[in-house]
């Protein structure tokens, strides 16, 4: 589908500004062993800003009042997430109205179906390019830019995360130029906030193993990360992460997913590289033995799409050993599997840590 731009935005020229403003600082080299490893707020780069885009608060929206005591962490997120909402879809309605709908709806579903106190996302992006307020007090919250509110989008780290639902499903079509410029606004005036590396800038399948945000819009995080560090005056980075896998994928992937499983315990489980039902069933499993829920996206309140046994983030962990290679032969297989294809190891050590893993798993 053509992508169709929404009306003019302040976001756009917000970003020229931030980027004019700012002076050239240093790169920043912070690496995470896990996505939901905590790093340390780097010390604050001199002159490094971005301009805070035109953001419509809860009021102005017509939020219900919140049905909890909105917590409020007293230390600085160490991510931003990027999420779709995936449904109602993808809107042709580029108005204010309609991203204000959009916000009264999935505070319903979050409140009403979700049973959730409020909006579990800290921010809304629409599809016109118009950037709202989430949860309540998220906002000012971010302008004083030392502490966060905690959400509820992304299972497990919501202490360490800020999440932006960007409006619409994009795991087949791009997303339209005012959404994303709308986003790069935003995502630059909260990593300056914050003091924030650019490779701390994720999507949600960097958390949990679900489609979210998107296989198009995932796949343009590294160019949001690029035009993020141009607007801020950084270097831009690369962060370390796990593939996602899903029923019906093949490879040297899902075959190296196959021998760790095995490793596991599935010795019945056969290494051909095709992601069928007995490695969904195993996949699933597995989070079951280990206690991982099922994450999707928060606000597709409507998805339809079963993610049952998607092996992503928070079962990589799991699967892979800090082992020598050499310690299980199932594991060595894997390895084996993983170099023929082009992997390879980051670390010097004969142990194989996250790091290695991600390296030969080719991210």
């Not at 009021?59 to 219900?64: D, K, S």
């Not at 010795?267 to 099922?294: I, W």
């Amino acid at each position: 589908m053509t992508a169709q731009s929404g009306p003019p935005t302040p976001a756009r020229r917000a970003v020229l500004r931030g980027s004019v403003a700012v002076a050239a600082a240093g790169a920043v080299g912070w690496q995470s062993a896990t996505a939901a490893q905590a790093a340390p707020a780097p010390a604050p780069r001199a002159g490094a800003e971005a301009a805070e885009p035109r953001i419509y608060g809860t009021a102005e929206w017509g939020a219900r009042p919140p049905e909890i005591d909105i917590v409020v962490e007293d230390h600085v997120p160490t991510f931003i997430v990027v999420h779709h909402t995936a449904d109602p879809g993808n809107s042709e309605d580029y108005s204010l109205e309609h991203a204000k709908q959009i916000c009264r709806d999935i505070q319903n579903f979050h409140m009403d179906g979700r049973g959730w106190g409020d909006t579990g996302q800290q921010f809304t992006n629409s599809r016109g390019g118009f950037i709202l307020e989430g949860r309540h007090q998220s906002l000012d919250v971010v302008r004083g830019g030392t502490q966060h509110v905690q959400g509820a989008n992304v299972g497990g780290h919501n202490s360490e995360v800020i999440g932006i639902e960007n409006e619409g499903i994009y795991t087949d079509v791009d997303v339209p130029p005012a959404l994303w410029d709308s986003l790069v606004a935003l995502v630059a005036w909260i990593a300056t906030q914050y003091g924030r590396p650019v490779e701390n800038i994720l999507g949600h399948r960097d958390f949990n193993s679900t489609e979210c945000p998107g296989n198009i819009l995932y796949g343009r995080l590294q160019e949001l990360r690029d035009a993020v560090a141009g607007a801020m005056g950084v270097q831009s980075a690369t962060p370390s992460v796990w593939p996602l896998l899903r029923p019906g994928s093949t490879g040297a992937q899902v075959r190296a997913a196959q021998h760790l499983l095995r490793a596991k315990g599935f010795e019945g489980l056969r290494a051909d590289g095709v992601f069928g039902p007995a490695t969904k069933r195993a996949v699933v499993k597995l989070a079951e033995v280990h206690g991982v829920e099922q994450h999707v996206c928060s606000a597709a309140h409507h998805r339809t799409v079963d993610e049952t046994g998607y092996l992503g983030s928070d079962i990589w962990p799991l699967l892979t050993p800090r082992l020598a290679e050499g310690a299980n032969s199932e594991i060595g297989e894997a390895v084996a599997t993983l170099r023929r294809s082009g992997g390879r190891t980051k670390g010097g050590s004969e142990l194989l840590t996250p790091r290695d893993w991600k390296g030969l798993l080719g991210s």
